[in-house]
């Protein structure tokens, strides 16, 4: 084609891609058929048709659309234009059903030009991008025969093979097969390397890399050829000694867990005694030591002659560590040896209590002034009895007394874990002494350490936590309850106070931030929680694994935007702060396809199965099918009818992966009991069973939207996941009680929607008797509110007051259950819209209720809706009313508490001394102002 040709030719698919770009299928397809009947009736216009066709809105224009790209795919000679090929494809990955027809596609395409490289590797690419392992390893195998000069191909294919024998979703017989394959191929790769290491030049399908050691090593692993793993890491070719291996610790790593996997102790043993054995020459010790000193060889050694067993061998290894932390007292691995020996010793009978106190101690003596001391020592404490423990937590107090170093921190974390809110020693008393205690040496420590201005971080900022976290859960033992909904307590405002002035000295401290935006979050101050949040300055994956410590449950109970102020957007309004969260997610995934690519082209095959992994996990994350529903419900909450906006998110139904953490909550209490940030939550956490609830009502407002845009609803599918959804008391364990009453409602109000568009869709319902179940939910409901008990005595704060006056603030159990509520008025009220609808554009097949029940229950749901707005101005009275901020003022200073104790008087002192007043003031006024906001948001509901 001439260059003139050519640019008409691509001025003309231009005009038929504006068409597309701008929705006017029917001027593209006039386009491509004025093309065709001149003469140029290409495969590439007539795919082109086929694709417009499947993209219009009507059902026989798409069904015709899919018809014609099947029979396109049908002739022969088959396709081989590149372009057209694309287009099929694309439309092909569109409709369900024709994987294996697309599939085809690229392969017969590559059969029928074996030569053209274009074709093989745009079908290899194609494959892989879209995580088609089986496409794409045939594609690599037509590259590797039809291209042999090109070494990479081959162990493509290795690498495919690989792949496809570890997926998931590969049958048995698939993952046998290719296992097999991928071993054998790798395994020719392994023989091809010269036998003599001194021989430069290697065969071209030879193992000629680390990277490409390491493919074979998971390979080799995926198969249980552990054996084999050994046999090469001791090789000359292909060993640690190699050229290739050079010693890499990383590979030394390996053969410590081929050791292990392979259960050969007495070679694991050997092999961990030699790294361990230190040249007498104190420098060049030192140099090896920086390296070996890692705690896979310690964790070699330990297992090895446990399951040895044999007395030799056990003095042996104990006389070795023994001399090893003498020689090297700095070394935490060798004293965590000694005390897994004391508790192993202690478990076969042959030591006593008092002997692995001893041991404990003498652990606390060499690394009582590191930060990682506590969590070490908790491990091994656990081993001991109650009155073991209580000497260890006595031992530790007397040595850190006069310290102001960490060593006294640790001791703190160790009475807060076995002391302070254990059965025999806890008092309240008790718990108010040591969080005086507390902030007073949290005080010291910054006069001793004085430095200017605020740091990132400081090792005293653990006492502060802990201070706050004795607060927290003295309220627990005052109202022992395990209902993780229960309205938190005034302790919390004081908790958020300290938390405070902590950041003012440490601002960037990321578990007091985290910390406060929970807290936040808990007391319904959602604008504040958000502009916390900020500071965190969340990148990337901290979008997954941190996030849904502000996101969870954010619809409803921070839904509207706050005032603005100098700050991006996501800082102050929720919904771009998921809209931004959601983001992450489609980028993540292009980065994760652009990093496949560069990371197969350079050979890094192990980092490439990595980052499969994890694109797998952002693609099915639980996280961002959380996002899209939050942000589907705020549109919802806030009258926004869009009901496409992550559409596609919210109602897929794939296996869902969960990798949320909570790591980054100081966690200092007995192992095995609930951690300090269970206690904190807003609600259950959240998983599938809440994800499938909240899909219900999402799906009740897409199909009041189609019922009254008269758009058909697909009533098949929809009944099929109704019977899904009707999950047991044990399934939605997740669920607050508040989206459980809720969830009752919508699965009738389902019902409803789906009546109205046929009446035969729900077999043996009547409309009627719907509707008249849906008033019963609406009535009880108004029974339970109506008398105020919702608002003040179940899910409010409750202000201490000496003169009986009752004061209360919102908690974030108000705001939830008033938003879910209003959020279930709007859809119900939309669902009424659509029964009053006229006959003409309601379905002729849908049920009619009668007047007097959609008008009854109309009444009442305006009657609800109000007495939810009502109620939320009568605690909003209650927030701006006169002497709140003072009540504040007094709480968190303990002024107002009638108690004469020493232990009151003494934390009352330490607070006074810690917090300055003009801070707690401008921090009340702060916190009165979010909760003005928050249910400012209830009333603006409409």
Known sequence: MSAAADAVFHRRNKQIQDAIDSHNLKQALQLIDKRIKKGEDTRFLRAWKAHVLYLHPDQTHSQQGIAATLEICKLDPPTTDIDTLDLLNSTLRLVKGH????????EKAAKAKPQDHDIQSQWFTRSFDGGDWKSAQKAAMSLHVNFPKQRKYYLW?????????????SSDSERKLFGTLAYRMVSKAAENVPADPKELLSPPRAIQTAEELLLLIKIFQSQGQNDEILKILDSDNLGLNSRIVQNDWFFI??????????????????????LLSMPAEDEAAKKLLQERDDWGVWNLLLISFKKIDKEGTTEEVVSFVQEFSKRFPKSRNAHL??????????????????????????????????????????????YLDKTRTSELVEYVIEKTAAQKDVSIINGFKLEYCYRTFSEDGFSEGGVESFVSRCLKVYRDMKKDNATEGAIENQPRDDLGLLAVMSLIRLNDYKQPTDDQERTPSSEVIRSAALLEHFCQHSPHNYQILLLLVRIYLLLGAGSIAMKTFSKLSVKQIQNETVAHNLYTRLATIHPHGAP????????????????????????????????????LNLGSYVNVEGTI?????????????????????????????????????????????DKRTFDAFMNCEPLGAPSFEEKLRLGPLPKESWIKAVRVIDRIWVFNHQLLSQKPIKVDATLSELESLTLSEKDIGDMTSTEKKNLELHHILLKAILLLSDSNSVPGQDINKVFKQMEEWVLTTLQSISDGTMSFNETSIALPSSDNSKRS??????????????????????TISAAETSAKRLPKTGAKPSKEAVQGLKGLVTKLQD????????????????????????????????????????????????????????????????????????????
């Open 99 to 106: 994987e294996d027809t697309a599939r085809s596609l690229w």
């Open 157 to 169: 294919a290795i690498f495919l093979c690989h792949l496809l024998a570890v997926d998931s979703s």
């Open 253 to 274: 790593r390996e053969k410590l867990l081929a050791l292990e996997r392979a259960e050969k102790w007495l070679d694991g043993h050997q092999y961990a005694m030699e």
């Open 337 to 382: 040896a000694l005390l897994e020996i004391s508790a192993w010793k202690m478990g076969r009978g042959e030591l006593t209590q008092t002997d692995h106190l001893a041991a404990c101690r003498k652990y606390y003596d060499f690394n009582g002034g590191k930060l990682y001391c506590f969590d070490d020592i908790r491990k091994y404490a656990s």
């Open 564 to 599: 603005p102020i100098e700050a991006e957007y996501k800082d102050f309004i929720p919904e771009a702060a998921l809209t931004q969260a959601i983001n992450f997610y489609e980028s993540a995934d292009r980065t994760t396809t652009r990093q496949l690519n560069t990371g």
């Open 613 to 657: 992994e994890l694109q797998n996990s952002l693609k099915n994350s639980i996280c961002k099918r959380m996002w899209a529903l939050e942000a589907r419900r705020i549109d919802r909450i806030n009258g926004k009818d869009r009901t496409d906006r992550y559409a596609g998110i919210a109602s897929d139904e794939s296996e869902l992966v």
């Open 809 to 830: 603030v919102p908690s974030w159990h108000y705001l939830h259950s008033s938003f879910s509520l209003l959020e279930t008025a709007k859809v119900l009220s939309a």
């Open 867 to 942: 007495t939810v707005k009502s109620n939320t101005r009568t605690l909003r009275s209650n927030v701006m009313g006169s002497g709140v901020l003072g009540a504040l003022t007094d709480l968190i200073f303990q002024q107002s508490e009638q108690t004469n104790g020493n232990a009151s008087n003494e934390l009352r002192g330490e607070l006074e001394e810690t917090l300055d007043p003009s801070d707690v003031e401008i921090f009340c006024g702060d916190l009165m102002e979010s909760w003005e906001e928050g249910l400012g948001g209830i009333l603006s509901v409409k």
